[in-house]
């Protein structure tokens, strides 16, 4: 029996299922549209396939999409947003079963804590769902060597690098170089160096206008990857392993006094 078909089941059993038209009935159909698990899902064990179909974006246009999106939701929702809505469009499915609003907790370095800076975590999301994760193998490591170097990326630029066609506020929005891939820093070391608080319309901007600089930068690696060009920028290795999670430049906060984390016995 199908997995769908085992739902259907399983739910009427418990008497949710009032026909097609009961929310229960819609999720159903909803699941069943992603198609994107097959039988053997029910037994355990992954049967997602890699990599979703992929038609090459124009870089520009996805930046403007982000930015505009940014003000409905936020910075990581707006970067999947801007390459899954053109998707769904070029291609449908899975693109159209995927929940984009769903992620709009990642804005403000996930709900508002300051962690990773949204826009990175969106373009992680991304590069992973359309070429994979690398447990499934050699060729899906791209997705996480494009998230790696987005996160680089957005470290060493002086953001936001992108200015849209015509932006929402016209004050001058300065650029500064984070160092750090957290919203709390990158967010921090601009309000500090602009002088505009958290809550003011240049600040929105600007945090609008990264979630579109990496949303281009994002399109552009993904073209590379289509066209079989992509070249991993980042040191980042599937087995590396500096002995702690972290940020690669330690000195951006232990200074000179890096600790040393103790290594795996061999
Ligand atoms: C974003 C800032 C940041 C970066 C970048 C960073 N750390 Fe840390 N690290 C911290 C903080 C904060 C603590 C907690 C310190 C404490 O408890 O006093 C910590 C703790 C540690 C600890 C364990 C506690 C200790 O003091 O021994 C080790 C080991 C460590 N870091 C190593 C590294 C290494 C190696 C790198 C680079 C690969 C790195 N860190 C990058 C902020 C950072």
Redesign the pocket.
């Known amino acids: 029996m199908d997995t769908n078909k085992m739902l259907d089941e399983k739910l009427s059993r418990r008497g949710i299922l009032k026909g097609a038209a009961g929310a229960a009935g819609i999720a159903a159909l909803a699941m069943g549209g992603l198609g994107l698990f097959s039988n053997a899902e029910a037994k355990g064990g992954s049967t997602e396939k890699w990599p979703w179909p992929y038609e090459k974006l124009d870089p520009e246009k996805t930046a403007e999409l982000a930015y505009n999106e940014w003000y409905r939701v936020f910075c990581g929702a707006a970067v999947i947003s801007s390459v899954f809505t053109q998707l769904r469009d070029k291609i449908g499915e899975p693109y159209k079963s995927f929940p984009i609003d769903a992620y709009v907790f990642l804005e403000g370095g996930m709900v508002g804590w300051g962690t990773v800076c949204g826009s990175n975590a969106g373009a992680n999301i991304v590069a992973n769902c359309i070429i994979g994760p690398r447990i499934a193998g050699p060729e899906c490591e791209n997705g996480a060597a494009i998230g790696a170097d987005i996160l680089e990326w957005y470290s060493e630029t002086k953001l936001p690098s992108f200015t849209p066609r015509e932006p929402r506020i016209k004050t001058k929005i300065i650029q500064t170089t984070s160092n ?1 891939p ?1 919203c709390h ?1 990158s967010v921090g070391k601009w309000m500090k160096e602009s002088g505009y608080a958290l809550n003011s319309p240049e600040r929105r901007d600007r945090c609008a206008r990264v979630t579109a600089s990496v949303a281009y930068t994002l399109v552009k690696d993904l073209n590379a990857w289509k066209d079989g060009t992509y070249k991993q920028r980042s040191a980042w290795k599937p087995a590396s392993n ?3 999670t ?9 200074g000179s006094n ?5 290594m795996a016995k061999k």
């Open positions: 750090s957290l820093v500096m002995g702690i972290a940020q690669q430049n330690c000195n951006e906060c232990h890096i600790p040393t984390p103790p």
